[in-house]
């Protein structure tokens, strides 16, 4: 029900128009409509226009991955689901710039709620070696999106195998005003502090100039509760880096 999901979603679009991002994955997405409805609020309160894809088409209810890009990027790329990943939570980006070629790949990996650890976590891998495929020779490439995995983790270390280096591991980090890296939150102590982890990567390879990289620290929580609908906009911060290319 879009009109139901109206205020989480203007609140989710005036967040993208706050941080203006040329390019901005999105994860759990339930529909297109969903994605044109912030490509629209985007328009709407900044006068920012982008244009947007969506992994799982017209289907509903998948929580696929949405992808919104800078208009005036046009003609420098093209856009393609990653062959071999599950469900279609991956999307790919061809991007030629400055006469180099770049990657570029928001991800969705496999979640581990039914604690299923092993089984999970090779999956994830599966997920990721399906991107290393799509990537091919290419030498200059990010992959970024949920993990759902923390950074000692099997996925992550198959990951960082093939070269890829964690943008929160480099000196260009800002830390956040909390001094800590968690970018989800699963539940609040007897304090009503939020507890978490870090899941949520954005992942380099090659000449990747990355001038600074950054947890957003943005408010999750709409003022009017939808009673049909949890209170936050994402159980995630987003995570954000500003590339020089």
Same mark, same amino acid.
């Given at each position: 029900?879009?009109h139901?999901?109206?205020s989480h979603?203007?609140l989710?679009?005036k967040?993208i128009g706050?941080l203006?991002?040329?390019l901005?994955?999105?994860?759990e997405?339930?529909s297109?409509?969903?994605?044109?409805y912030i490509q629209k609020?985007?328009l709407t309160?900044?006068?920012?226009?982008y244009?947007c894809y969506?992994?799982?088409?017209e289907?509903?209810g998948?929580?696929g991955?949405g992808?919104?890009?800078?208009d005036n990027?046009e003609?420098l790329y093209t856009v393609?689901?990653?062959p071999n990943?599950k469900l279609n &939570?991956a999307l790919?980006?061809?991007? *030629?710039?400055?006469? %180099?070629i770049?990657k570029?790949?928001? +991800?969705?990996? $496999?979640s581990l709620?039914d604690?299923?650890i092993?089984k999970?976590?090779q999956?994830q891998i599966?997920?990721?070696?399906?991107v290393i495929?799509?990537?091919?020779n290419?030498?200059?490439?990010?992959?970024?999106?949920d993990?759902?995995n923390i950074?000692?983790?099997?996925?992550?270390?198959?990951?960082k195998?093939?070269?890829?280096?964690?943008?929160f591991?480099?000196?260009?980090?800002?830390n956040?005003?909390?001094?800590?890296t968690?970018?989800?939150?699963?539940?609040?102590d007897?304090?009503?502090?939020?507890q978490?982890? &870090?899941?949520?990567y954005?992942l380099t *390879?090659g000449?990747? %100039?990355i001038?600074?990289?950054?947890? +957003?620290?943005? $408010?999750?929580?709409?003022?009017v509760?939808?009673?049909n609908?949890?209170g936050e906009?994402?159980?995630?911060?987003?995570?954000?880096?500003?590339?020089?290319v």
């Open positions: 029900n879009l139901a999901q109206e979603l203007k989710i679009s967040n706050l203006f991002p040329d901005c994955f999105l994860q997405i339930g297109l409509e969903a994605l044109q609020q985007l309160m900044f006068n920012l226009k244009e969506y992994s799982n088409g289907e509903k998948f929580q991955v992808l919104l890009i800078k990027l003609g393609e689901n990653i990943f &939570r790919g980006v061809n991007l *030629k710039y400055n006469n %180099n770049y570029l790949i928001g +991800v969705h990996l $496999k709620y604690q299923k092993n999970d976590e999956e599966q997920e990721l070696s399906s495929d799509w990537v091919k290419c030498p200059n490439s990010i992959i970024c999106g993990f759902n950074p000692d983790s099997k996925p992550i270390k198959f990951i195998s093939h070269l890829y280096k964690d943008i591991d480099e000196k260009t980090f800002i956040n005003i909390l001094n800590n968690n970018t989800e939150f699963y539940r609040k007897l304090n009503s502090k939020e978490g982890s &870090r899941i949520d954005i *390879k000449e990747i %100039n001038l600074s990289s950054h947890i +957003v620290d943005i $408010k999750r929580e709409c003022i509760q939808q009673p609908l949890r906009t994402s159980d995630h911060l987003p995570i954000m880096a500003i590339i020089s």
